[in-house]
């Protein structure tokens, strides 16, 4: 069983919607990242949260909007989606050590498809 | 421009052979580097990993080892089990929290 939670599993949505995925940790984990998987490709990274601190954007269009209310918890807000969107976004967490040397942990994932 | 490579997609042995992993890097800053596995329909789950100032790390039937001057890691799985047959991803870190990814290697493992 996965230590980071992620919700929904699945998500179908309209270009036009507003939805939000979520992802959980009760580690103690103070970095969390999201990314994003396209079929039969390695995952991509979105974002980085050190800190509950947005540290890394890689260049993501703002049309997805991260969000971290606390340790535990990180969000992902979509608007305006397009079909080429569709993926898998994985969750990830990890201890922040020296140098950032930490292994991440990942959770199940959410697949997106969009209409 | 892709840092880390896996040659060889798939790979199939036997059951109770030994399975080994290759991985190539470009980026010499990279410091840590780690072999995730993934089941269908699930997210990568963390195996093994190294640091740069060593050479060799065991954990159970999984063995890492990196050689600097080469680029190079591989991983170990002695012995294979059926429950090993997954995709088996590479990951390469500079220290930044930063992750970058191999395209993956599909083991079949053959009862």
């Known amino acids: 069983d996965t230590e980071v939670t992620q919700t929904p599993k699945h998500l179908v949505m309209g270009m036009t919607n507003k939805k939000s995925l979520k992802c959980e940790q009760h580690?103690?984990?103070?970095?969390m990242y999201w990314y994003k998987q396209k079929a039969k490709k390695p995952p991509e990274l979105m974002f980085v949260?050190?800190?509950?601190?947005?540290?890394i954007n890689e260049s993501v269009p703002s049309r997805f909007s991260p969000e971290c209310p606390n340790s535990s918890l990180l969000n992902l807000h979509l608007h305006a989606l397009q079909p080429e969107d569709s993926a898998l976004y994985l969750c990830?967490?990890?201890?922040?050590?020296?140098?950032?040397?930490?292994?991440?942990?990942f959770g199940d994932g959410t697949r997106l498809s969009i209409l | 421009d892709q840092q880390v490579k896996q040659n060889s997609p798939s790979l199939s042995v036997q059951e109770g052979r030994i399975s080994i992993l290759n991985c190539d890097y470009t980026n010499s800053m990279f410091d840590y580097f780690l072999w995730y596995k993934k089941y269908p329909a699930e997210g990568p789950t963390f195996l093994i990993s190294?640091?740069?100032?060593?050479d060799k790390n065991e954990d159970g039937r999984f063995t890492v080892f990196l050689n600097k001057s080469a680029k190079h890691l591989s991983l170990h799985i002695v012995p294979s089990q059926p429950g090993d047959s997954a995709v088996y991803f590479c990951a390469a870190s500079d220290g930044n929290n930063r992750l970058a990814f191999g395209k993956g290697n599909q083991v079949v493992v053959i009862p």
């Open positions: 949260y050190s800190y509950e601190k947005l540290s």
């Open positions: 990830a967490s990890s201890q922040i050590g020296v140098g950032g040397n930490q292994p991440q942990h």
């Open positions: 190294i640091s740069s100032i060593k």
């Open positions: 580690m103690g984990h103070r970095a």
